[in-house]
């Protein structure tokens, strides 16, 4: 969720399974005009994705929102007309912090990187386990390996948001180091496929929780002034553990066996995050929410320092009478209060899909074959660097230049992206050049979308969505994400065989300009509000 830093990997070829993670995004329907609006507020999350070897793939999350222009506070009430929410209310002077959120935002990414990693390593490890696990001929068992990751990530995201609801963010997070590391030891330690299956499923589910507990904890607890850039650092390490799990398999060719190693190695950070954690203050939200008012200001002290305490508490406790109503139930999400907000995290999830970036990443390895690349590893490589680099400018512009732009700016560079690759393949008068330009427009393709939908929507999703529904709002929206990238992961190959590859991509590049008019009217900017802010804009009155 995503909900939101590099995500997923499509690692059997044949069945064409990928995953994709989620960043963070949200958004609502348009508002009518004159709209009546009382305190509440709306969030969602989501995430990005990333492939590696033959298939790379990277998720993303798709983001909606209501189209509210020139919103004005009226007394107690406020009223929608034309304009983002950033007229709403003049920002607030900070007061400096003597407190740091660095260290924590730091203690939630290894769930990112994690993420990343479970996604990545069946890719260099598959040929060898399957040869000492007796599946080297069995392309149906193999495709189990790979797309059980995926079953269980469905079920994490899922769990992820009811959990983080019960016990608190901190404390589920600790509950996931549980499968994360259970998971992989029993991965490492494999003497049979069955062993191999319940290790990745276990796996899958810890990193669907984190999918959806990452970016929240994140934006609950970072800043308002440094949420953006805080929150797109969950696709960094994303990306980073994906990348990592590359390197991870460099020994392999030397040293058949250490695919053990490889599944080994998550257990650290498993355990770092379990024990992390155990010192990292709880989400002062969802403190206040609780009634934990004291605990809540204890929180902030650490988080922001002693001098902020009393300002964020009159934010936290003067949101809405919905912060002090009990946490919303999964069929609440479905009422005419929230429907409007949650199908916008749902719509661009599903326009991350729809866009493209696993056919890209499942075509990478051939496209850059035909320029002269050869080497499996250089293509993931390059593939990488573009999404990291473009992650970490788009890090770089999120509190500046805001969330929608970078939104706008990153379908419109995958529609153009899609359109070269398409023309390379069909248009005779580029026969020359076709590799050069499906080169040139595979790395302009995964770098627009490391600039915005892939980290924007995991960014927008806790921003949109009210504090009520937030926590479960977004496990809905990567649940979503992750049963849409299953299924187009499921078909896609037999759309190319069907259409062929160049009609899919000029599908795709149609997509990703129906996405850019989608975004243009429906998502409003997030920029310099706090999520108290964005949610007294957003409400919707009972």
């Not at 909900?3 to 069945?15: H, I, K, P, Q």
């Not at 386990?129 to 392309?139: F, P, Q, R, T």
């Not at 257990?267 to 939200?285: F, K, N, T």
């Not at 649940?479 to 009609?503: A, E, Q």
Request: aromatic share 8%.
């Amino acid at each position: 969720m995503q909900a939101s830093t590099c995500g997923s990997v499509r690692e059997n070829l044949v069945f064409g399974v990928k995953v994709q993670q989620q960043r963070k995004v949200l958004g609502f329907g348009q508002v009518r005009r004159n709209l009546c609006m009382t305190e509440r507020t709306t969030s969602s999350l989501g995430g990005l994705k990333l492939t590696m070897g033959a298939n790379l793939g990277r998720h993303g999350i798709g983001l909606d929102g209501i189209s509210m222009t020139s919103l004005k506070p009226r007394s107690v009430r406020a009223q929608a007309s034309d304009g983002d929410i950033e007229n709403l209310v003049p920002p607030k002077p900070q007061v400096k912090s003597s407190g740091t959120v660095l260290p924590y935002v730091g203690v939630a990414c290894l769930g990112a990187i994690l993420f990343g990693y479970h996604l990545g390593v069946v890719n260099g490890a598959l040929e060898y386990l399957s040869k000492d696990l007796g599946i080297a001929e069995n392309v149906a068992i193999k495709g189990w390996v790979v797309s059980t990751l995926l079953a269980g990530a469905t079920v994490g995201s899922f769990t992820g948001g009811s959990l983080a609801d019960k016990f608190g963010r901190t404390r589920t997070f600790q509950l996931d180091a549980i499968p994360l590391t259970i998971g992989a030891f029993l991965c490492a330690t494999a003497q049979s496929v069955e062993q191999m299956i319940i290790g990745r499923l276990l796996a899958g589910i810890g990193i669907g929780i984190s999918s959806a507990i990452v970016p929240l904890y994140i934006s609950e607890i970072s800043p308002t002034e440094i949420r953006g850039a805080l929150g797109s650092v969950n696709q960094l390490f994303i990306c980073l553990g994906i990348l990592g799990a590359l390197v991870a398999g460099l020994p392999l060719s030397a040293n058949p066996l250490w695919w053990r190693t490889m599944f080994g190695i998550a257990i650290v950070p498993s355990v770092l995050l379990a024990l992390g954690m155990a010192v990292s203050p709880e989400s002062p939200r969802w403190l206040v929410q609780q009634g934990k008012t004291s605990q809540a200001e204890k929180a902030i002290k650490t988080l922001y320092g002693k001098e902020r305490v009393t300002e964020v508490m009159h934010d936290l406790t003067s949101t809405s009478p919905g912060s002090a109503e009990p946490e919303a139930g999964w069929f609440d999400l479905f009422s005419s209060r929230y429907w409007k907000v949650v199908s916008v995290g749902a719509a661009l999830f599903l326009f991350q899909q729809l866009a493209g970036i696993n056919a890209v990443v499942y075509y990478s390895t051939s496209v850059f074959r035909s320029a002269g690349i050869t080497s499996d590893v250089a293509a993931s490589a390059l593939v990488g660097a573009a999404n990291v680099f473009g992650t970490a400018v788009a890090s770089s512009l999120m509190d500046r230049q805001g969330r929608k732009s970078l939104l706008l700016i990153s379908f419109g560079g995958m529609a153009a992206s899609m359109l070269l690759l398409a023309l390379s393949f069909t248009w005779s008068v580029l026969a020359p050049y076709s590799g050069t330009f499906a080169v040139a427009g595979t790395v302009l393709y995964v770098l627009s979308f490391s600039l915005g939908a892939g980290p924007v929507p995991a960014l927008l999703l806790p921003e949109i969505f009210a504090s009520r529904i937030r926590a479960k709002a977004v496990s809905l929206s990567l649940g979503m994400h992750w049963i849409s990238n299953f299924v187009i992961g499921l078909y896609f190959l037999s759309f190319v065989t069907k259409f062929g590859i160049s009609s899919v991509y000029l599908g795709f590049s149609a997509v990703c300009l129906l996405a850019v008019l989608y975004i243009a009217g429906n998502v409003v900017e997030t920029k310099g509000r706090s999520l108290e802010d964005i949610e007294r804009a957003l409400s919707v009155p009972t």
